[in-house]
């Protein structure tokens, strides 16, 4: 029997999955059955339509238009493209159902062993959970790595009552997508890790703080809890989702708890950690989803299966997600210690522009660049921090030579600025500072004392912040200090930029002997700046020129340049 | 206070509870039914509720990015400006759509048909540069596609 499988997550709905899919019912046919499933992961194909025999994948068509659906139907049994090499480089533990269940059929996550972990857990006392989620190894991968086990541990231990879990959906650092992906894709699991974590911490209330931005995963997650409610696989669980309400800060546990609380999202003091007072003052137990959604695999496959993946102090596997400037972005999940390198340039397929490398940032806002000298380093916690980056939810972004990373770390720390809640005075004012400063060097108006202030501001911040928005939040631009200090200097001393990105310090010219006069530039130039007669040599006025690009762009036959600092 | 306010107040109460903890949803279903947040309307909760109080809830609408104290437009665009769009020109992105709608960001266009904000990330890095209009994401948006995408929503060039 011959299976369709369509991904309509997020993302292949963005690119016209919903479409396909809606064609495909229209043309029913009885040689296949279609399916909806969600995000596998290849998302640079999308949208994609897998083609499965007796449950094997066998190809698949990519890139599907609904107006293509006619011939792709014409052309089965046999397809357009095979399987991608990619799937049998990585090791899928907590993708293992994504992309191939209908994420709003608890039927197809049971058949693959869905709810499994929960029966065998409750039969198990608390401790022996524990115990077994200590022995996988298993550290928290919301950002901090905090070992799973012993938080939950600390919850166990603490007699008072009532107890909370919270499963932390807010997913807030910029470019990362994997919780998305497994929320949408294989929401049961989500819930199933939760529903252990509440048996092994003797909670009575479940809850998944989720993002408003994802109003996908919160109509799947919904659609699942009606459905194991309806079960009767909560026992005496309450499980409840509470949508966030668009702060990057209410990520961080505590904030998350005031937010929930229905306060202003602001972090607290620790201690009390969460596990001796947390939500209304119950112990508390959060973890990150993709954190819960490792348990189930755990306790079906024994604690040795998870810790046999990875280096000693990082077991398992961990998803990524790429993007930024790579070839093929998407959701990959590798085991732990493989080399950056070979993530980025064998699953990533490289650059996209055919340009080389030039850094990976990793961590989002906490994190930091990893310079293309140093992509060998390997995918743990521990080697990662070592290069002044962390490894964060697991956000990769790639970028190349056309990046300046000025601009980068200005883009963070305007983020940060904007993000603060403002009750520290050095996370408040230091970090718009900081940004201040780098606006400054980005125009061309910076001077070599700006680089000592900025170490001056990344250090009195961090040591007199509560949390670690603002104790890591000058990681972005001490890193880029650290490897790629000369272009903080070419900036500063030569008022150039490189990568051709900071506009004050670019100028766009037109080549009088190539330009042909086809007047396209001139039409686009969104201010009008650029003149000439057809068929003549084309100029621009450059007072009035707003770099934005366009002529740069358009320009078929190579006229148009760009040049960068005093001495050009 | 108009009668009006009063009494959606009271429903809102009944239908959420008077606690501090559905602040937060309290101000969602105001701003999903109503398209923004009404001042008066705080105060007409906070003079009913016990334990809801107007600078409170004033507090929290002003702390939340999804909250908004002037009426938006009919579409809601929303371009991200994650690191994955960044890198891939964000920028030029909300440039096309301010330049397109003579508007700057947080602002609505006069006739009420757009408003125009940016988002930290829709989670459709790997589509990058992404832009979110009513909800429905829509991927690789060039500085080109910006003005079919506002067409297709009932702007005329
Ligand atoms: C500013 C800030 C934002 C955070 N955002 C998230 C987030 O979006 N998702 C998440 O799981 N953890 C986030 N964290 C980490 C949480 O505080 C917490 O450590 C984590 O949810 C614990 O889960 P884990 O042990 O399973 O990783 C954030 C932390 C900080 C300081
Ligand atoms: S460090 Fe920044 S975000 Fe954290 S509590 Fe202080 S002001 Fe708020
Ligand atoms: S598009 Fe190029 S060739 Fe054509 S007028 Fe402009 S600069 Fe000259
Ligand atoms: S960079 Fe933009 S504004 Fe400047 S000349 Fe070219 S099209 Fe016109
Ligand atoms: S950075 Fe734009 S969707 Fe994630």
């Known amino acids: 029997m011959i299976t369709l499988a369509v991904g309509l997550g997020t993302c292949g709905i963005a690119a016209g999955a919903q479409e396909v899919y809606d064609e495909l019912l229209r043309q029913p046919d009885p040689r296949y059955i279609l399916r909806k499933t969600s995000c596998n992961g290849h998302c640079y194909n999308e949208p994609i339509v897998e083609v499965f025999q007796n449950e094997e994948l066998i190809g698949a068509f990519y890139q599907v238009k609904a107006s293509s659906v006619k011939s792709l139907l014409e052309t089965l049994p046999s397809v357009w493209g095979q399987p991608s090499s990619r799937q049998g480089q990585e090791q899928r533990l907590v993708l293992e159902n994504c992309g191939l269940i209908d994420p709003e059929n608890m039927n197809d996550y049971i058949s693959r062993g869905g709810y499994v972990a929960l029966e065998t857990v409750r039969s198990l006392l608390p401790m022996e959970v524990v115990s077994m989620i200590k022995a996988s190894g298993l550290r928290g991968r919301g950002g901090a790595g905090f070992p799973t086990g012993l938080k939950w541990q600390f919850a166990l231990n603490n007699p008072s009552q009532p107890k909370v879990v919270i499963a932390n959906a807010d997913e807030g650092d910029p470019g990362a997508f994997m919780d998305r992906a497994v929320l949408e894709g294989d929401p049961h699991r989500v819930i199933e890790g939760l529903l252990i974590a ?24 919904r659609h699942a809890i009606a459905d194991v409610t309806a079960e009767g696989k909560l026992g005496t669980v309450l499980l409840e989702i509470k949508e966030g309400a668009g702060a990057f800060v209410c990520g961080e546990e505590t904030a998350l708890m005031a937010s929930m609380e229905g306060e202003r999202g602001m972090p607290r003091f620790k201690p009390p950690f969460p596990a001796e007072s947390g939500l209304w003052g119950q112990p508390t137990t959060i973890n990150n989803v993709e954190t819960l959604a490792a348990i189930p695999w755990i306790i079906r496959h024994g604690a040795e299966a998870f810790s046999k993946w990875g280096t000693e102090k990082s077991r398992g596997t961990k998803v990524f997600s790429l993007a930024g400037k790579v070839k093929y972005p998407g959701l990959v999940e590798v085991e732990m210690g493989t080399s950056l390198r070979s993530m980025i340039e064998q699953l990533g397929g490289g650059t996209s522009s055919g340009l080389p490398i030039k850094a990976v940032q990793m961590g989002g806002p906490s994190g930091g660049c990893v310079p293309e000298s140093l992509l060998d380093t390997a995918l743990t916690y521990e080697d990662l921090q070592a290069t002044g980056a962390i490894m964060g939810s697991g956000g990769v972004i790639v970028m190349d030579e056309a990046t300046c990373m000025i601009d980068i770390a200005k883009y963070f720390l305007n983020f940060i600025q904007n993000e603060s809640c403002g009750k520290c005075t050095f996370c408040r004012i230091g970090t718009k500072r900081m940004f201040e400063i780098l606006s400054r060097i980005a125009e061309g108006k910076g001077e070599l004392a700006d ?4 170490i001056d501001l990344s250090s009195q911040i961090s040591k007199a912040s509560l949390c670690q928005l603002g104790k890591t939040a000058a990681n972005p631009v001490l890193t880029t200090l650290q490897y790629f200090k000369d272009e903080y200097l070419e900036h ?20 009088s002997d190539v330009c042909t006069g086809c007047t396209l530039c001139a039409k686009r130039c969104p201010v009008s700046c650029i003149k000439g007669v057809t068929k003549g040599p084309h100029r621009i006025d450059a007072s009035h020129c707003t770099k934005c690009g366009t002529c740069l762009s358009v320009c078929r036959f190579g006229a148009v340049t760009v040049s960068t600092g005093v001495h050009s | 206070m108009t009668p009006q306010w009063n009494d959606l107040a009271s429903e809102l109460l009944q239908r959420f509870g008077d606690e501090t903890r559905y602040a937060i949803p309290i101000l969602q279903a105001i701003q999903t039914e109503q398209g923004y947040i009404p001042i008066p309307l705080l105060e007409a909760i906070a003079s009913k509720a016990q334990h809801l109080q ?3 809830l004033y507090g929290v609408a002003t702390f939340y990015s999804q909250f908004t104290f002037t009426p938006k437009g009919k579409h809601t665009i929303k371009v991200c400006m994650g690191t994955a769009c960044f890198v891939k020109g964000a920028q030029q992105i909300v440039d096309a759509f301010k330049s397109a709608l003579s508007i700057e960001i947080g602002e609505t266009t006069p006739d009420k048909l757009f408003t125009l904000q940016t988002v930290a990330c829709l989670g459709c890095c790997s589509l990058a540069p992404a832009v979110m209009i009513d909800g429905h994401v829509h991927g690789q948006v060039t500085q080109e596609s910006v003005a079919a995408l506002l067409k297709a929503k009932g702007f005329n060039l």
């Open chain 1, 198 to 221: 509440a048996h092994a911490t003797g909670a009575n209330s479940a809850y998944i703080y989720i993002r408003a931005e994802y109003p996908l995963a919160i109509k799947r997650l």
């Open chain 2, 54 to 56: 107007a600078n409170q």
């Open chain 1, 492 to 511: 500063i001393v030569e008022k150039k930029c490189r990568a051709h990105v900071c506009r004050s310090l670019i100028r766009y010219h037109i080549n």
């Open chain 1, 451 to 454: 680089i000592d202030e900025l």
